[in-house]
């Protein structure tokens, strides 16, 4: 059963504090995205990348925030420093050439809390 | 920017049909998705339409027009489960061509009472 996986699942932190956050795709999917929801913005884009190339951060706060995908296994989302603004459930997904166009596989999230 | 209306709640009768409305305003559409939320958890994708006219998938059916902005997710023969919170996203391109972006709506919160 091949599903997105994301840790931690929950992290709580002081503001200030790194925070990195890891997403492993589905096996052989070259498409990767990032999102943030809170209950006041919905559900935003904030980054997506192919074959591990950034297409599209421009939904992300670049000063504190950073997307990279080490490897087709591996994507992270760090945000250095963390402020209480920036908790919310922090999602992963990803999906598979054109077809991740319009169809996206998403994991479970990582519910931040910055306090 | 992108704008996406839609209504933040519903409630509906098990066995019911119930009809979820999504207008946008863009330039540079591309497409429109519908996504399955429950409390707590992943959205899940449920529909895609890019064409004008209607999709059908099992109990649930997704209509664009694109002309008039306009999209709605037709579910029928309501379950319990089917409580949750339905989303409505755009795509557009952004430059060239060469990249994407899907801007959700706020959801729709569905209630399906026995």
């Known amino acids: 059963d091949a599903r997105v996986t994301q840790t931690p699942r929950h992290k709580v932190t002081e503001m200030g504090q790194e925070v990195t956050m890891r997403c492993q795709p589905i096996?052989?999917?070259?498409?990767v995205f990032w999102y943030r929801q809170t209950m006041m913005q919905g559900l935003e884009l904030l980054a997506y990348f192919r074959n591990r190339a950034p297409l599209d951060d421009s939904g992300m706060p670049k000063d504190r925030f950073s997307a990279e995908m080490p490897d087709a296994t591996l994507a992270t989302l760090k945000i250095q420093p963390s402020e209480p603004r920036d908790s919310a459930v922090y999602f992963c997904?990803?999906?598979?050439?054109?077809?991740?166009?319009?169809?996206?596989?998403f994991g479970p999230g990582t519910r931040l809390t910055v306090t | 920017g992108q704008n996406i209306d839609q209504p933040t709640e519903m409630t509906a009768t098990e066995g019911a049909i119930v009809q979820i409305n999504c207008t946008y305003q863009t330039s540079g559409f591309n497409g429109l998705f519908w996504y399955q939320q429950h409390a707590g958890e992943a959205p899940t994708f449920l529909s895609y339409?890019?064409?004008?006219g209607l999709e059908e998938k099992g109990r649930f059916s997704s209509f664009l027009s694109r002309s008039k902005g306009y999209s709605y997710l037709l579910l029928k023969e309501l379950q319990m489960k089917d409580s949750a919170s339905y989303l409505c996203?755009?795509?557009?391109?952004?430059?060239?061509?060469?990249?994407?972006?899907?801007?959700f709506g706020s959801g729709t919160q569905l209630t399906v009472l026995p």
């Open positions: 096996l052989g999917h070259n498409t």
């Open positions: 997904a990803s999906g598979s050439g054109r077809l991740a166009d319009y169809e996206q596989y």
């Open positions: 996203a755009v795509r557009v391109i952004i430059s060239s061509g060469s990249a994407r972006q899907l801007t």
């Open positions: 339409n890019v064409l004008d």
